[in-house]
């Protein structure tokens, strides 16, 4: 006769595979809510700077390298950081028309110790007057090489 009970096995096999899914720089990075804030805070007021200042690869660096990476977005799913950069290319070249970036309303929530989702609104704007705005949603893990968007869903509200 089993000992135990034996519904719970496929359960526990679960737990245990999932337990051994990341790695243990990941279980040791441990952020709190306020932490987490200020960290996304940080890179997407990076990410501001480096949009404005016309500089691609310097807003992307916060994309994890990589064909995991992922963005949706309503000209449809791109996988992987050299789509990602792809997607962007054309309005960062040379006399191309970009607007200026901010980003409000940051709303963000750790969801394991070592990911964070954060919530908020993009504007794209010239001098007083918006000339687009929608919402995103982030997906940020902490790698070796720091905290690094894994996933990006941005939707127009316009």
């Given amino acids: 006769m089993p000992v135990g ?5 496929p359960f ?8 051994g899914c990341y790695n243990a720089e990941e279980r040791s990075v441990g ?4 932490e987490l804030h200020t960290i996304v805070d940080d890179l997407l007021t990076d990410s501001e700077e480096k949009w404005n200042g016309g ?6 660096y ?3 390298s990589g064909s995991e990476t992922s963005f949706m977005g309503s000209d449809g799913p791109f996988y992987g950081w050299d789509q990602i950069r792809d997607r962007y290319a054309a309005r960062f070249e040379p006399g191309a028309s970009r607007d ?3 980003f409000e309303n940051l709303e963000t ?3 394991a110790p070592w990911l964070g989702l954060a919530t908020a609104r993009y504007v794209l704007f010239q001098e007083d007057s918006i000339t687009a705005t ?7 893990k902490h790698t070796a090489d720091g905290w690094r968007i894994i996933h990006d869903h941005s939707s127009s509200t316009d």
């Fill in 55 to 60: 500089d691609l690869d310097g807003f992307m």
């Fill in 62 to 64: 916060w994309y994890q």
């Fill in 12 to 19: 526990l096999i679960a737990l245990a595979l999932l337990a």
């Fill in 5 to 9: 009970n034996t519904k719970k096995t």
């Fill in 31 to 34: 952020v709190g809510a306020d």
């Fill in 100 to 102: 200026s970036l901010r």
């Fill in 109 to 111: 929530r750790p969801i």
């Fill in 134 to 140: 929608g919402i995103f949603t982030l997906v940020v």
